[in-house]
């Protein structure tokens, strides 16, 4: 059945239903089967604190906290557990896929739309995104609503621009990120005003308001934040990561399923290919209405092209600019989560480009095939297994045996969460040398007959080094376990250790 007819058969509401439904079951789907991880915590750590405390606590470590004050009272009715915290993430990433079909149908036809929905439905990084208790599910929500309101604006309905500038505002919010995609937004949209001759400044008061109270809210943030871990790098980022980020965009990551380096270039090419495909299946659709005598419209799929180009690669080239030219990102590749929804545009565009329909359909599906196997491989990753490692030690150690966990400052809330049963011992995992280490060893083990060693991403730290060469004569390893980036020892005390 073709789009158009499932779309002429099914009333559009319940076809949006039938989407988000079956994109949420995609985002439970192993939904706690890995433990939560480092950041997941910093939002335990958040929700748990009175309304002031959790503000000033999120403002301190130079986020704003727009997502946790949505959160907190979710965590009232439905507590802490990993499925409660994570299900607001997994409902709000479902819910970008019905936006996009509206979004893509409005542009292009329903044949891209349904296509562009499976493939944000199935794509594995927003799934991901649906997967965490974390607030980048919330800027592709909002991403996705603001494209959707901005096309209707666009046709000459007012009461849309408010809601564009709500949406804007909602995901300007949220996280530094989401201004970026907002001024290339506006950028590409003025751009095609100009052009048109269809300008008008009421667009300029709604831009300029939107930036007005985003620009308030991260003046403050910038004054008030103390703790904030952004520092500067050496210059631009390589250039493999730009060709990695761009590629699980579309397609996720591949190390889960594919792990050779050959299969990430395929993918490269692949995204570079359909965003090209894209380009000339617009055109042809221009020239197609052109052709049966249509007006040129404002908003048309040559536009249309614009906007799902911008949306998949808007933060990707702000990030690389202004790492290169001030310094001051990081190199993680989550942040270019957000282009996901158009990185799906883009593709159900070129697919429904295609003029054969035994073509296209053989193109959809491997497409989706792509997706689906890298969606599967993250279903299957452990994921940080900090959860094993101290559910393992609350089982085996004895009452009197001291535990250090080698985390900088979540070793509490980790030991809390997971029920270590004792108040662990913190060991910085860096700025720390041998000396401060041992005494630390030294003073938590007096009178101990054993104690454990808990290490979570236990990059640039010498602890194992130093607790090994500290033990010699007074401890002995009893046993180690080996978990996926977290570790386990176990040392008990030797016949001529002393006390």
């Given at each position: 059945?073709?789009?158009?007819?499932?779309?002429?058969?099914?009333?559009?509401?319940?076809?949006a239903?039938?989407?988000?439904?079956?994109?949420?079951?995609?985002?439970?789907?192993?939904?706690?089967?890995?433990?939560?991880?480092?950041?997941?915590?910093?939002?335990?750590i958040?929700?748990?604190?009175?309304?002031?405390?959790?503000?000033?606590?999120?403002?301190?470590?130079?986020?704003?906290?727009?997502?946790?004050?949505?959160?907190?009272?979710?965590?009232?009715?439905?507590?802490?557990?990993?499925?409660?915290?994570?299900?607001?993430?997994?409902?709000?990433?479902?819910?970008?896929?019905?936006?996009?079909?509206?979004?893509?149908?409005?542009?292009?036809?329903?044949?891209?739309?349904?296509?562009?929905?499976?493939?944000?439905?199935?794509?594995?990084?927003?799934?991901?995104?649906?997967?965490?208790?974390?607030?980048?599910?919330?800027?592709?929500?909002?991403?996705?609503?603001?494209?959707?309101?901005?096309?209707?604006?666009?046709?000459?309905?007012?009461?849309?621009?408010?809601?564009?500038?709500?949406?804007?505002?909602?995901?300007?919010l949220?996280?530094?990120?989401?201004?970026?995609?907002?001024?290339?937004?506006?950028?590409?949209?003025?751009?095609?005003?100009?052009?048109?001759?269809?300008?008008?400044?009421?667009?300029?008061?709604?831009?300029?308001?939107?930036?007005?109270?985003?620009?308030a809210?991260?003046?403050?943030l910038?004054a008030?934040?103390?703790?904030?871990?952004?520092?500067?790098?050496?210059?631009?980022?390589?250039?493999?990561?730009?060709?990695?980020?761009?590629?699980?965009?579309?397609?996720?990551?591949?190390?889960?399923?594919?792990?050779?380096?050959?299969?990430?270039?395929?993918?490269?090419?692949?995204?570079?290919?359909?965003?090209?495909?894209?380009?000339?299946?617009?055109?042809?659709?221009?020239?197609?209405?052109?052709?049966?005598?249509?007006?040129?419209?404002?908003?048309?799929?040559?536009?249309?092209?614009?906007?799902?180009?911008?949306?998949?690669?808007?933060?990707?080239?702000?990030?690389?600019?202004?790492?290169?030219?001030?310094?001051?990102?990081?190199?993680?590749?989550?942040?270019?989560?957000?282009?996901?929804?158009?990185?799906?545009?883009?593709?159900?565009v070129?697919?429904?480009?295609?003029?054969?329909?035994?073509?296209?359909r053989?193109?959809?599906?491997?497409?989706?095939?792509?997706?689906?196997?890298?969606?599967?491989?993250?279903?299957?990753?452990?994921?940080?297994?900090?959860?094993?490692?101290?559910?393992?030690?609350?089982?085996?150690?004895?009452?009197?045996?001291?535990?250090?966990?080698?985390?900088?400052?979540?070793?509490?809330?980790?030991?809390?969460?997971?029920?270590?049963?004792?108040?662990?011992?913190?060991?910085?995992?860096a700025?720390?040398g041998?000396?401060?280490?041992?005494?630390?060893?030294?003073?938590?083990?007096?009178?101990?007959?054993?104690?454990?060693?808990?290490?979570?991403?236990?990059?640039?730290?010498?602890?194992?080094?130093?607790?090994?060469?500290?033990?010699?004569?007074?401890?002995?390893?009893?046993?180690?376990?080996?978990?996926?980036?977290?570790?386990?020892?176990?040392?008990?005390?030797?016949?001529?250790?002393?006390e």
């Amino acid at each position: 059945m073709t789009a158009r007819r499932l779309r002429g058969r099914i009333p559009i509401g319940w076809l949006a239903l039938m989407l988000f439904l079956a994109a949420l079951a995609a985002r439970l789907a192993y939904l706690n089967s890995r433990g939560l991880w480092g950041d997941e915590f910093w939002t335990v750590i958040a929700i748990r604190l009175p309304l002031p405390g959790l503000i000033e606590n999120r403002i301190t470590r130079g986020h704003l906290p727009t997502y946790f004050l949505l959160l907190k009272p979710w965590y009232g009715l439905f507590g802490e557990s990993e499925w409660s915290l994570r299900m607001p993430s997994a409902i709000a990433s479902a819910a970008a896929v019905p936006l996009l079909y509206l979004f893509v149908a409005r542009l292009w036809n329903p044949t891209a739309a349904l296509w562009a929905a499976l493939f944000l439905l199935l794509n594995q990084r927003a799934v991901w995104t649906g997967q965490e208790a974390r607030s980048f599910c919330l800027i592709l929500l909002a991403a996705a609503g603001s494209f959707h309101a901005l096309v209707h604006a666009l046709e000459g309905k007012r009461r849309w621009v408010w809601a564009y500038g709500l949406w804007s505002l909602f995901g300007a919010l949220q996280l530094a990120i989401y201004p970026l995609l907002f001024i290339w937004q506006g950028v590409v949209t003025a751009g095609w005003l100009i052009w048109r001759r269809r300008w008008r400044w009421g667009w300029a008061v709604a831009w300029l308001i939107v930036a007005a109270a985003a620009a308030a809210a991260y003046l403050y943030l910038g004054a008030h934040a103390t703790e904030s871990k952004t520092e500067g790098l050496p210059g631009w980022y390589p250039w493999r990561l730009y060709a990695k980020a761009l590629t699980e965009v579309f397609w996720g990551e591949f190390d889960y399923v594919f792990p050779r380096d050959i299969f990430r270039w395929v993918g490269l090419a692949l995204a570079v290919g359909v965003i090209a495909a894209a380009g000339l299946g617009s055109r042809r659709m221009n020239r197609a209405g052109a052709a049966e005598g249509a007006a040129p419209a404002l908003v048309s799929p040559v536009f249309g092209w614009w906007l799902g180009v911008t949306w998949a690669m808007a933060v990707l080239v702000s990030f690389a600019l202004i790492s290169g030219l001030f310094q001051v990102l990081d190199d993680s590749t989550r942040y270019f989560t957000i282009g996901t929804a158009g990185a799906a545009a883009l593709s159900g565009v070129a697919v429904a480009s295609i003029s054969r329909r035994v073509v296209r359909r053989i193109a959809g599906l491997a497409l989706l095939a792509l997706l689906a196997a890298n969606t599967a491989g993250w279903y299957m990753h452990p994921g940080d297994q900090i959860r094993e490692a101290v559910r393992l030690v609350a089982e085996q150690r004895r009452p009197d045996e001291p535990v250090f966990i080698c985390r900088d400052t979540q070793a509490e809330t980790i030991a809390d969460y997971y029920g270590l049963g004792t108040a662990p011992i913190g060991i910085p995992r860096a700025r720390i040398g041998r000396f401060q280490i041992e005494r630390i060893l030294e003073e938590g083990t007096a009178g101990a007959p054993g104690f454990w060693i808990i290490l979570y991403k236990e990059r640039h730290t010498p602890l194992l080094m130093v607790a090994r060469r500290w033990a010699e004569g007074k401890f002995e390893l009893q046993g180690g376990w080996n978990f996926s980036r977290s570790r386990v020892q176990h040392y008990v005390r030797g016949s001529g250790g002393g006390e």
